[in-house]
């Protein structure tokens, strides 16, 4: 991770401080270079590299992460320009609700 992928980082996390029913999904991509196995690898190896940033520096559980290798298949820019390439080379993460922790958390006691 590069210093400015950290900052990035540091910011998503301040929007989790004090957050308890939540998932992260952490999709990693590539560009099309290259072999495909090879791609979806890398793929998995940049989310991994982001979610063992957020457990190391945050404390964010294992269970909180869901994490996908997606290779080359889901481009955000055409892989037939540098520029492109350079985008679909990326890790994104989406903060979710975990709506089923949030209705039991919310529930009435004895109806969990």
Known sequence: LTAI???DIE???AKLD??????LEV???TDSTGDPQYNYD???RR???VVNYLQTKYNVAPHKFYLIGIGKDQEVASNKTAAGRKQNRRVAVRLMSNMKDAA???APSGTK
Request: hydrophobic share 40%; aromatic share 8%.
């Open 5 to 7: 992928d950290k900052k």
């Open 11 to 13: 910011a998503f996390a």
């Open 18 to 23: 004090g957050a308890r029913h939540y998932i």
């Open 27 to 29: 999709t990693g991509g």
């Open 42 to 44: 890398l793929s998995q």
């Open 47 to 49: 989310a991994d590299a």
């Open 104 to 106: 039991d958390a919310s």
